[in-house]
Every structure is written in structure tokens, then in C-alpha cells.
């Protein structure tokens, strides 16, 4: 059963660091595209950035541009979020998706099959 286990979150102050992992397990697929997406309390749930694992093609949510950076570790399957400079807005719960096969990076939260179960990240201002 393919697993995908997101790490990192934690309790950060505004203009620092982070760096969220996700960690793919029993996955079968050499091309896909990973999200990143994020929900705040009493806010639907939006997308962060998305990456192909072909050709590291990356969307981001003009939120984050510039500031956040997506990668993919395709030989240990592992996916990063690089959380740069973070504002208090950044504050959710961040979730990890994987679309498989082979496509351009994609905002359609319908496109992913395989989710994970988020990790909260708080900025204090």
C-alpha cells in the first residue's frame, strides 16, 4: 500500500526556516508529480507548489514564490519543501500528494491519488 508520511512541521517565528519532508513508501511509479498543498483553519486547501519528477518542471502559488522552494530525491523517494522567510499566512497544515504517471505539475487536487495525513507548520509573528 503505497504511504506517503509527511515530517518537518513544527512551531517556527516569522523570517525563519523550514523544511517539510515527504517520504513515499511501496511506491510503484518512476514518473509522477508531487504536491504540496496547505489548509488553515476555516480555509479550504490550497496548493503550495507542484513538481514533476521527470524534468523538475515546479509551479508555485504566487503566496510562495520566492520564498518556498519544492525538490524531489527520486533515488530515496523523498520530497522537500524548502519553507524560506515564512510569514505568519504560512501557518496550516501542510500535506504532501503524489499524481502518477508522467504530466506537467498540477494544481487539480483531483489529479492526485495518493495523499499524506499533513503536518502542521505555526509561524509566530
Known amino acids: 500500500e503505497v504511504q506517503l508520511v509527511e515530517s518537518g512541521g513544527g512551531l517556527v517565528q516569522a523570517g525563519e526556516s523550514l523544511t517539510l519532508s515527504c517520504a513515499a513508501s511501496?511506491?510503484?511509479?518512476?514518473?509522477?508529480?508531487i504536491g504540496w498543498f496547505r489548509q488553515a483553519p476555516g480555509k479550504e486547501r490550497e496548493v503550495v507548489s507542484s513538481?514533476?519528477?521527470?524534468?523538475?518542471?515546479?509551479y508555485y502559488a504566487g503566496s510562495v514564490k520566492g520564498r518556498f522552494t519544492s525538490s524531489i530525491d527520486r533515488a530515496g523517494y523523498k520530497m522537500y519543501l524548502r519553507m524560506n522567510i515564512v510569514e505568519p499566512e504560512d501557518t496550516a497544515v501542510y500535506y504532501c500528494?503524489?499524481?502518477?504517471?508522467?504530466?506537467?505539475?498540477?494544481?487539480?487536487?483531483?489529479?492526485?491519488?495518493?495523499w499524506g495525513r499533513g503536518t502542521q507548520v505555526t509561524v509566530s509573528s
Open positions: 500528494a503524489a499524481a502518477a504517471g508522467v504530466r506537467p505539475p498540477t494544481t487539480n487536487t483531483d489529479d492526485y491519488n495518493y
Open positions: 511501496d511506491f510503484p511509479y518512476d514518473d509522477y508529480v
Open positions: 513538481i514533476s519528477s521527470t524534468d523538475f518542471t515546479t
